[in-house]
């Protein structure tokens, strides 16, 4: 059996698309996990599109190059479906998952005829609500852990705690926030 | 009986940040550079927090920083810097100098491309440029043999048969960035491993005066050269000794060189760095096909243990040798030159091409690797499969340049 999960995170420079994928192999980890998380930068600079991938396994990681087939697509955000051919090598079994105000509807258009699950979250209502700032990595790698189910889900809450406990020791204001995003996002991912 | 490993997940850069806080050195100067700036921000923080009490000195330039680093180890003090791409080209006149003063200074290399076009991804030239500089050269596939390589550097090139400064490498981006699996080693058996540095000649020394980097006129000059040459040929059987050691304490063995399902490969690759794990996977896949296909992963490219690569790929039918470099000679790259000439000098029959591959961080996928050994396959038969001068995944209107 085949136990090797492959991700690919599209976004913008200064969205956290790179710090979610490291987050994300970092709690795969903590579970034994066999772990790879990350980047591959085009020219450095914010706003510009950046590209982010996790493997994860139950057997040592060998390959060093970059996701070229992913069991899942995360798009931080919907404007790159304009220029990015986010469903490249996206499996039909996998999933893909975007941020965006749009519906699925208006989202499906875009993506190329992919014939996968398509799942969407409004990553910014989310942070509104619970952060009061605009930080879609947090809602992203909760909802994303919810569509591919690579982690049980109430596992990946408890990890996050003490992964962001530990983050934000001398910031505790900040942990509440994010616990409530990670979660209010498993909810409203559909 | 190896002691117990400690797993972690941690990138290159971290890896080797925690390999210099185990061992403390003496002194860090340093100068960021793209992907390497990592190695000296983790290391000043490490200071800032009181873990280690190396001395960090900033720098205005990469030339400064190798300076600063030749005046400390001359001191008498254990010294480390860290630089990739144009931070290496800029140490260029001092690299010289710190090795023909037979200074053990370990310089953490993060591979990157020399200019132009500008690029900040994973290439060989930085080190490759340098590798007729009289430094010791290893090379690391993972985090893991970043982590284990510097560890057992100081070693190395301090060991008085040696006395060479050492350059330890890995891929920037590839493995520098990227967050993986790792066992690393309890601080105490690290520390009795790596053991204090106490040179038997140094300019604070009270009682013995001397003089570091003076003028050699010719009749002394050319001993000189060849006394420095005797240096890197020892280290061969220093990095032996050194690497059997290490095995013992983690249980990992290290050599010259990995071979990876070499013995009876008919197909062999050879390559350096962070592509050896793709070929790896190739390997598998191609194997459970039948295929007799291998590799050969250089780990010291400086001293050149030309004899012992030969001799492993003595039975091949086809080599393919694979430089992350390009030569500008109008032939290849320095990999393939070199590997050839030790192949030529120990009588192989197997046929034989360089392939430049990965340049600026150009990604090779398992299926690249799948479709070289294919060609080596047909090239073994005669057939003349490979243009001259082949680049592999190179997008060119002209067919017979691409792999």
Known sequence: ?190 | MSVQGIPQRMSGNEAVAEAIRQINPDVMPAFPITPSTEIPQFVSSMISNGQIDTEFIPVESEHSSMSAAIGSEAAGARTLTATSSCGLAFMWEVLYVAASNRLPIMLELVNRALSGPININAEHSDSMGARDSGWLQIYAENNQEAYDNTLQAYRIAEHPDVKLPIMVCQDGFITSHAVENITLLPDAPVKEFVGEYHPEHYLLKEDETMAVGPYAVSPYCMEAKRAQAQGMINAKKVILEVAEEFEKLSGRKYGFYEGYCLEDADYALVAIGSVCGTIKDAIDKLRAEGKKVGLLKIRVFRPFPGEEFANALKNCKAVGILDRSEGYNSVGGPVGAEVTAAMYRAKCQAETVNIIYGLSGRDVRVSDVERVYEKLEKLAAGENVFGPYPYLGLRSADESDCV
């Open chain 1, 1 to 190: 059996m085949n136990s090797l999960t492959e991700i690919r995170w599209h976004g913008r420079g200064g969205q956290g698309a790179k710090t979610a994928a490291l987050l994300l192999a970092d709690v795969a980890f903590q579970l034994g996990k066999h772990v790879q998380g990350f980047p591959e930068y085009g020219p450095e600079r914010m706003g510009a599109p950046i590209t982010a991938y996790d493997r994860i396994s139950d057997n040592q990681i060998r390959v060093h190059s970059n996701i070229y087939e992913p069991d899942y697509v995360v798009v931080v955000d919907d404007t790159l479906l304009e220029s990015v051919d986010v469903t490249a090598g996206l499996k039909k079994e996998g999933a893909i998952l975007v941020n965006t105000t749009k519906s699925k509807e208006e989202i499906i258009p875009h993506l190329k005829g992919y014939e996968g699950e398509v799942h969407i979250i409004d990553a910014r209502k989310v942070c509104h609500e619970t952060l009061g700032k605009y930080f879609p990595n947090t809602p992203m790698l909760a909802a994303i852990v919810k569509v591919s189910g690579v982690i049980e889900p109430e596992t990946f809450i408890n990890l996050m705690r003490e992964s962001l406990e530990h983050k934000f020791a001398k910031k505790p204001e900040v942990l509440d926030g994010n616990m409530k995003a990670l979660r209010l996002a498993m909810e409203e991912v559909h």
